[in-house]
C-alpha cells in the first residue's frame, strides 16, 4: 500500500491569507472592470476587507451603518436601476438576522443582490457564539433561487467573488476570518456549481467545503500512509450542489465523508444525503458541528474541541470504510 | 393630466374594483386600499411621470413602491385602469395561478411591480436604494413610496429613515397612510407613535402635511407642494390623512374592514354608493 502515497496529487500551501482578502481582492478588480458593481457595509469595512473599494469608487459605495435590514433593502432596490450590488458583513448578520429581508426583497423578487458574508463559523474565535454562526448555510439555501458558495481559500474566494458578478441572480457568498492555507491557483477560473476533484481515490470519498477544505487534504495524506485511498472533492457550491460528481466518486468508493464548519443539520452534509438517499444509498459520515452552539477561544482550539479538524475526518474517514 | 371629472370618476370605479374583487375571493384588505384610492389614481395619472409600457429598470421615469403590500387591491385596480394589463385579469385576483397574488410580487411577472410587499417594514430601503441607482444613473426622476402609519412600528424603517437624511437623498417622495388604524385596533391604543411630523423632521425630512387625503384635488396639490421640495438635499415625506374604508359608509372610520370582505348583501350596498362609470371588469 505505500506506493499509494507516491501516486497521490498533493497540494502546496503558497502561505496563509484570509479568505476576506480574497473577497476584497475580487472586489478590488470587479471595481475596475465592471461598472454596475456597487457595494454596501454596514460598519464592517476593515474587517471585510472593502477599504480598497470605497477609496476607488467612493460614488459606488454606501456605509448603511449598523442597520443591516436597511442594507438589504437598499441592496434589491439598488438592482432596480442596473446595478450589481454586493453586501457586507458578518455571516450572521448577513444571514439570520435579516432573514425576513432576504426572502422577500430579494429572493422572492428575483434582485440580483450578492450577500457576502464573512466570519462565517468557529474561526471567527474569540468573540464567541454570538457571532459564530453555523445555520447560515441551511438557511440560504432552503430560500428558492438562493444560490449558495463556501470558498476553501483566499485564490478561490477571489474567483467566486468576481465570478457571481456574472450570475444574474441572488447569491450568498460565505468565507472566513482567520488565516488559512492558500492552495488553489492564483489564474483559476470559478465555475458556479462545479465541483473540484482535487485528489483521486479508490476506499473513500472526502467531500468537503469552506475552511475544511485543506483538512480534508490533510486527511487525504494521514489516511494514505494507512493504506486507505481518499478521494477529496472540494464543493464550494453546496447549492446548486455538483449531484453527478458525488455519484461519480461514491460508486468507485462506495463510502462518503462530508465535512464542514457548520451544523450537520441543514448544512452540506445534509444535502450530500439527499442525493445519496434518492440515487445511491451509501453509507456517509458527518464532519460538522452537532446541533451545538460555539464558544470563545482560538480558532485551532475549536475546530479541535469541536471535531472540524484533520483527525476528525481520518477518525471519521476510517468508520465510514467499515461500514460498507 | 387627466380632468378632475375623469379622475373623479376613475376614484369610483376602482372603489368598485377593490369591493369586487376582495367580495369574489371573500378576502383580502378593502379597508386601507379605499383609503388610498384618492391617492393612487392621482399617483398614476398626472403625479407621475411615467412610461405606457412597463420595464423593471425603471429608468427615465418616475417609479413607485408599496411598502404596505396588503393594499393590493387598489394598487391592482389603478395599475390595470393605468394600462399596464388588462381590467379583465382583476377577476383572478388571489385565485390559483392568478398574476395578481394576495400580496404584490415580481415573481409571476406582473407588469407594474417592481418588488414583493407584504412582510412590512421593508419597502422605503428597497426605494432608497432604487433613488440612490437613479442618482447613479444620472436620471433625475424621481421615486415614489407608501407605507402605512402602523407599519412604521417595524424598525427598519427607522433605519431607511435615518439612512436617508444623512445622505442626502432627495429624490424620494416616501408617503404615509396616516389613518390611525391597524389590525388590533386603533394606532394610539396599539402602540402609540406620537407626532409623525416630529419625528420625521427630528430625522432630517422636509414634511408635507395633506389634511384631506381623499378629497382628490387636495392630494394632488399636496404632492405637487411635496415634488417642489425634492431636489433639495433633503427627503421628502408626506402625511396622507386618510379616512379607512372611504367611499362605503359602513366601512369607514373603523379596523374591522382592515382585512375583511363584504358579503353579498354588503357588496350591493356599497356598489350601490359607488355607481359604475367607466365600467366594471
Same mark, same amino acid.
Given at each position: 500500500?505505500?506506493?499509494?502515497?507516491?501516486?497521490?496529487?498533493?497540494?502546496?500551501?503558497?502561505?496563509?491569507?484570509?479568505?476576506?482578502?480574497?473577497?476584497?481582492?475580487?472586489?478590488?478588480?470587479?471595481?475596475?472592470?465592471?461598472?454596475?458593481?456597487?457595494?454596501?457595509?454596514?460598519?464592517?469595512?476593515?474587517?471585510?476587507?472593502?477599504?480598497?473599494?470605497?477609496?476607488?469608487?467612493?460614488?459606488?459605495?454606501?456605509?448603511?451603518?449598523?442597520?443591516?435590514?436597511?442594507?438589504?433593502?437598499?441592496?434589491?432596490?439598488?438592482?432596480?436601476?442596473?446595478?450589481?450590488?454586493?453586501?457586507?458583513?458578518?455571516?450572521?448578520?448577513?444571514?439570520?438576522?435579516?432573514?425576513?429581508?432576504?426572502?422577500?426583497?430579494?429572493?422572492?423578487?428575483?434582485?440580483?443582490?450578492?450577500?457576502?458574508?464573512?466570519?462565517?463559523?468557529?474561526?471567527?474565535?474569540?468573540?464567541?457564539?454570538?457571532?459564530?454562526?453555523?445555520?447560515?448555510?441551511?438557511?440560504?439555501?432552503?430560500?428558492?433561487?438562493?444560490?449558495?458558495?463556501?470558498?476553501?481559500?483566499?485564490?478561490?474566494?477571489?474567483?467566486?467573488?468576481?465570478?457571481?458578478?456574472?450570475?444574474?441572480?441572488?447569491?450568498?457568498?460565505?468565507?472566513?476570518?482567520?488565516?488559512?492555507?492558500?492552495?488553489?491557483?492564483?489564474?483559476?477560473?470559478?465555475?458556479?456549481?462545479?465541483?473540484?476533484?482535487?485528489?483521486?481515490?479508490?476506499?473513500?470519498?472526502?467531500?468537503?467545503?469552506?475552511?475544511?477544505?485543506?483538512?480534508?487534504?490533510?486527511? /487525504?495524506?494521514?489516511?494514505?500512509?494507512?493504506?486507505?485511498?481518499?478521494?477529496?472533492?472540494?464543493?464550494?457550491?453546496?447549492?446548486?450542489?455538483?449531484?453527478?460528481?458525488?455519484?461519480?466518486?461514491?460508486?468507485?468508493?462506495?463510502?462518503?465523508?462530508?465535512?464542514?464548519?457548520?451544523?450537520?443539520?441543514?448544512?452540506?452534509?445534509?444535502?450530500?444525503?439527499?442525493?445519496? /438517499?434518492?440515487?445511491?444509498?451509501?453509507?456517509?459520515?458527518?464532519?460538522?458541528?452537532?446541533?451545538?452552539?460555539?464558544?470563545?477561544?482560538?480558532? /485551532?482550539?475549536?475546530?479541535?474541541?469541536?471535531?472540524?479538524?484533520?483527525?476528525?475526518?481520518?477518525?471519521?474517514?476510517?468508520?465510514?470504510?467499515?461500514?460498507? | 393630466?387627466?380632468?378632475?371629472?375623469?379622475?373623479?370618476?376613475?376614484?369610483?370605479?376602482?372603489?368598485?374594483?377593490?369591493?369586487?374583487?376582495?367580495?369574489?375571493?371573500?378576502?383580502?384588505?378593502?379597508?386601507?386600499?379605499?383609503?388610498?384610492?384618492?391617492?393612487?389614481?392621482?399617483?398614476?395619472?398626472?403625479?407621475?411621470?411615467?412610461?405606457?409600457?412597463?420595464?423593471?429598470?425603471?429608468?427615465?421615469?418616475?417609479?413607485?413602491?408599496?411598502?404596505?403590500?396588503?393594499?393590493?387591491?387598489?394598487?391592482?385596480?389603478?395599475?390595470?385602469?393605468?394600462?399596464?394589463?388588462?381590467?379583465?385579469?382583476?377577476?383572478?385576483?388571489?385565485?390559483?395561478?392568478?398574476?395578481?397574488?394576495?400580496?404584490?410580487?415580481?415573481?409571476?411577472?406582473?407588469?407594474?411591480?417592481?418588488?414583493?410587499?407584504?412582510?412590512?417594514?421593508?419597502?422605503?430601503?428597497?426605494?432608497?436604494?432604487?433613488?440612490?441607482?437613479?442618482?447613479?444613473?444620472?436620471?433625475?426622476?424621481?421615486?415614489?413610496?407608501?407605507?402605512?402609519?402602523?407599519?412604521?412600528?417595524?424598525?427598519?424603517?427607522?433605519?431607511?429613515?435615518?439612512?436617508?437624511?444623512?445622505?442626502?437623498?432627495?429624490?424620494?417622495?416616501?408617503?404615509?397612510?396616516?389613518?390611525?388604524?391597524?389590525?388590533?385596533?386603533?394606532?394610539?391604543?396599539?402602540?402609540?407613535?406620537?407626532?409623525? =411630523?416630529?419625528?420625521?423632521?427630528?430625522?432630517?425630512?422636509?414634511?408635507?402635511?395633506?389634511?384631506?387625503?381623499?378629497?382628490?384635488?387636495?392630494?394632488?396639490?399636496?404632492?405637487?407642494?411635496?415634488?417642489?421640495?425634492?431636489? =433639495?438635499?433633503?427627503?421628502?415625506?408626506?402625511?396622507?390623512?386618510?379616512?379607512?374604508?372611504?367611499?362605503?359608509?359602513?366601512?369607514?372610520?373603523?379596523?374591522?374592514?382592515?382585512?375583511?370582505?363584504?358579503?353579498?348583501?354588503?357588496?350591493?350596498?356599497?356598489?350601490?354608493?359607488?355607481?359604475?362609470?367607466?365600467?366594471?371588469?
Amino acid at each position: 500500500m505505500e506506493g499509494i502515497g507516491r501516486l497521490m496529487k498533493t497540494y502546496t500551501n503558497t502561505g496563509n491569507k484570509d479568505t476576506r482578502s480574497g473577497f476584497g481582492a475580487g472586489l478590488t478588480e470587479l471595481g475596475k472592470t465592471n461598472e454596475n458593481v456597487v457595494a454596501l457595509c454596514a460598519d464592517l469595512i476593515g474587517s471585510l476587507k472593502m477599504d480598497d473599494f470605497k477609496k476607488n469608487h467612493p460614488e459606488r459605495f454606501f456605509q448603511v451603518g449598523i442597520a443591516e435590514a436597511n442594507m438589504i433593502g437598499m441592496a434589491a432596490g439598488l438592482t432596480i436601476g442596473g446595478k450589481i450590488p454586493f453586501t457586507g458583513t458578518f455571516a450572521n448578520f448577513s444571514t439570520g438576522r435579516v432573514y425576513d429581508q432576504i426572502r422577500q426583497s430579494v429572493a422572492y423578487s428575483d434582485k440580483n443582490v450578492k450577500i457576502c458574508a464573512s466570519h462565517a463559523g468557529l474561526t471567527l474565535g474569540e468573540d464567541g457564539a454570538t457571532h459564530q454562526i453555523l445555520e447560515d448555510i441551511g438557511l440560504m439555501k432552503m430560500l428558492p433561487g438562493m444560490t449558495v458558495i463556501n470558498t476553501c481559500d483566499y485564490n478561490q474566494t477571489k474567483a467566486a467573488t468576481i465570478a457571481i458578478a456574472d450570475h444574474h441572480g441572488p447569491v450568498y457568498l460565505r468565507f472566513g476570518r482567520p488565516s488559512v492555507p492558500n492552495f488553489t491557483p492564483e489564474d483559476q477560473t470559478f465555475e458556479i456549481g462545479k465541483a473540484l476533484h482535487l485528489t483521486e481515490g479508490s476506499d473513500v470519498t472526502i467531500v468537503a467545503t469552506g475552511h475544511l477544505v485543506w483538512e480534508a487534504l490533510e486527511a /487525504a495524506k494521514a489516511l494514505n500512509d494507512q493504506g486507505i485511498s481518499a478521494e477529496v472533492i472540494d464543493i464550494h457550491t453546496i447549492k446548486p450542489l455538483d449531484e453527478q460528481a458525488i455519484l461519480t466518486s461514491i460508486k468507485k468508493t462506495g463510502c462518503i465523508v462530508t465535512a464542514e464548519e457548520h451544523n450537520y443539520l441543514g448544512g452540506l452534509g445534509e444535502s450530500v444525503a439527499r442525493v445519496l /438517499a434518492q440515487h445511491q444509498p451509501t453509507p456517509q459520515e458527518f464532519v460538522a458541528t452537532q446541533d451545538t452552539f460555539g464558544e470563545s477561544g482560538t480558532p /485551532a482550539q475549536l475546530m479541535n474541541k469541536y471535531g472540524l479538524n484533520s483527525e476528525a475526518i481520518v477518525k471519521a474517514a476510517k468508520k465510514v470504510v467499515t461500514r460498507k | 393630466m387627466s380632468n378632475t371629472k375623469q379622475l373623479e370618476d376613475l376614484v369610483i370605479q376602482v372603489r368598485r374594483d377593490i369591493l369586487r374583487m376582495v367580495h369574489k375571493v371573500n378576502s383580502g384588505h378593502p379597508g386601507g386600499s379605499l383609503g388610498c384610492t384618492e391617492f393612487f389614481v392621482a399617483l398614476y395619472n398626472g403625479i407621475m411621470d411615467r412610461k405606457e409600457t412597463f420595464e423593471m429598470d425603471g429608468i427615465g421615469e418616475d417609479i413607485f413602491f408599496l411598502s404596505n403590500g396588503h393594499i393590493s387591491p387598489v394598487f391592482y385596480s389603478v395599475l390595470a385602469r393605468a394600462g399596464y394589463f388588462s381590467v379583465e385579469e382583476l377577476s383572478t385576483f388571489r385565485l390559483i395561478d392568478s398574476r395578481l397574488q394576495g400580496h404584490p410580487t415580481t415573481h409571476e411577472g406582473l407588469p407594474g411591480i417592481r418588488v414583493a410587499s407584504g412582510s412590512l417594514g421593508q419597502g422605503m430601503s428597497v426605494a432608497l436604494g432604487a433613488a440612490q441607482a437613479k442618482k447613479l444613473n444620472k436620471d433625475t426622476h424621481l421615486v415614489y413610496s407608501l407605507h402605512g402609519d402602523g407599519e412604521l412600528q417595524e424598525g427598519q424603517n427607522w433605519e431607511a429613515i435615518m439612512y436617508a437624511a444623512a445622505n442626502n437623498v432627495d429624490n424620494i417622495i416616501s408617503t404615509i397612510d396616516v389613518n390611525g388604524q391597524q389590525i388590533d385596533g386603533p394606532t394610539d391604543v396599539v402602540l402609540p407613535m406620537g407626532s409623525l =411630523k416630529a419625528k420625521f423632521e427630528a430625522f432630517g425630512w422636509t414634511v408635507v402635511e395633506i389634511t384631506q387625503g381623499n378629497n382628490l384635488e387636495e392630494v394632488i396639490k399636496g404632492m405637487a407642494v411635496a415634488k417642489s421640495k425634492t431636489g =433639495k438635499g433633503k427627503p421628502v415625506c408626506v402625511l396622507l390623512k386618510t379616512i379607512m374604508g372611504n367611499g362605503v359608509d359602513f366601512m369607514m372610520h373603523t379596523h374591522a374592514w382592515h382585512g375583511k370582505a363584504p358579503n353579498d348583501e354588503q357588496l350591493e350596498v356599497g356598489l350601490a354608493q359607488n355607481a359604475e362609470t367607466l365600467g366594471d371588469y
